[in-house]
């Protein structure tokens, strides 16, 4: 996804680990805080699909990185178990997307753009 972002938005693209301390993603608040960016996507991958995994394998400094970048017009997008999305209640706008693949991942960046077919089933 982060490619698609570079392509399409000529977007500055961070690649933050769930085991990187919160300083790494502070850097990148910091930078959000002084008006360097006016809105920010956050993609949340590598998600661990059993629960009893330990917070999905989302580590609790990540999840303090995640308050820091949530702070700016943000997009947070959850690429797998939709279970995690529990820890982002707070989000200022939340796409819960179920697989993390190539596939999701470009439906995700063509939906950010406004690109998108709609099917719809009635029944």
């Known amino acids: 996804m982060g490619k698609r972002l570079e392509a399409d938005f000529n977007a500055d693209v961070f690649y933050i680990k769930?085991?990187?301390?919160?300083?790494?993603?502070g850097i990148v608040a910091k930078s959000i805080e002084q008006g360097k960016y006016d809105d920010v996507i956050?993609?949340?991958h590598d998600i661990a699909i059993r629960k009893g995994s330990r917070n999905?394998?989302?580590s609790q400094?990540?999840?303090?990185?995640?308050y820091g970048l949530n702070k700016a017009n943000a997009i947070t997008l959850v690429?797998?178990?939709?279970?995690t999305a529990?820890?982002?209640?707070?989000a200022k706008s939340l796409a819960v997307c179920y697989e993390d693949d190539?596939?999701?991942?470009?439906?995700a960046a063509d939906w950010l753009r406004g690109i998108?077919?709609?099917?719809v089933l009635y029944l």
């Open 86 to 90: 529990s820890n982002f209640c707070q």
């Open 102 to 107: 190539a596939i999701f991942q470009n439906a």
């Open 18 to 25: 769930y085991s990187d301390p919160a300083s790494k993603g």
């Open 42 to 44: 956050i993609g949340l």
């Open 116 to 119: 998108f077919q709609q099917r």
């Open 61 to 66: 400094s990540a999840v303090q990185t995640w």
């Open 56 to 58: 999905y394998g989302i």
């Open 79 to 83: 690429f797998g178990n939709p279970l």
